[in-house]
């Protein structure tokens, strides 16, 4: 038995409303019920009553853009022309790494595995909720925005290394610990070299703009960053006072 209950999630503000998502299911109560819980929530729903129409929606996709426009799959096992596995085994095969999502009335530990390894990412036993499929497709979506996300640089600067991603910074070939406000000052100068600061400028952008107290504050991050940077603070060779201005990295 399905449920068709849902609670609203909020799929604007993580994915987008724009994410496509293809529903391959040949019995229509099932493919109805898909379609109008994912469009609740936001998404555009494509669907295929069978896997030789599910092909023919990749391909097409693919000539018109070059790539799948689709964000996600939800795919049923037991489909005519060709079977849930056999359209998992084509788009694996052709490279593409869309999500799949399979949907099979076969609950066995055994047809689970043989769905993951011919190339699911997630597999749903018939019967099922509603708001479970949802949340399955969300996690799903989720997951490959973060994997589609373009990595941060490294940022250099003579013997001084900061890694924005795993929030290290190593100095001379030793790493430095670095609080907060100093890793975010760091990087701001490092992506900006030998541009000058003002220290409301500083603020703004390590601080916020909402920040309430003294600008010495800026001061006081600096002194403790060319303790733990320079090898003379004093005589400073990475962060630069520039007089009646700012700061300036290099």
């Avoid at 669907?47 to 426009?69: H, P």
């Avoid at 036993?125 to 509603?130: D, V």
């Avoid at 001061?219 to 962060?239: A, G, N």
């Amino acid at each position: 038995m399905y449920t068709t209950e849902l609670t609203k999630y909020s799929a604007k503000s993580d994915i987008g409303q724009t994410s496509r998502i293809l529903v391959v299911e040949d019995e229509e109560l099932i493919r109805e019920m898909l379609s109008v819980s994912l469009e609740e929530e936001g998404y555009e729903v494509i669907t295929a009553i069978d896997g030789r129409a599910a092909v023919d929606q990749l391909k097409n996709c693919e000539s018109n853009s070059g790539e799948s426009s689709f964000d996600l799959v939800v795919l049923d096992l037991m489909l005519p022309q060709i079977n849930g596995l056999d359209i998992c085994r084509i788009i694996r095969h052709q490279g593409n790494s869309v999500p799949i999502l399979m949907l099979s009335a076969k609950g066995s530990e055994t047809d689970r595995v043989l769905g993951l390894e011919v190339g699911a990412d997630d597999y749903l036993t018939k019967p099922f909720s509603m708001r479970e499929m949802v949340a399955r497709c969300r996690a799903l979506l989720r997951r490959q925005r973060l994997i589609n996300l373009p990595s941060v640089p490294v940022l250099k600067y003579k013997d001084i290394t900061l890694n924005p991603q795993e929030c290290r910074v190593l100095v001379r070939g030793k790493e430095v610990n670095l609080s907060p406000k100093e890793f975010r000052l760091l990087e701001l100068f490092m992506s900006y070299a030998r541009r000058v600061w003002s220290r409301e400028q500083l603020l703004d952008q390590v601080w916020g703009p909402d920040f309430v107290g003294d600008s010495k504050t800026v001061d006081v991050h600096i002194r403790w960053l060319r303790e733990k940077l320079e090898q003379d603070p004093s005589h400073p060779e990475y962060i630069v006072t520039v007089r009646g201005f700012g700061y300036r990295f290099g």
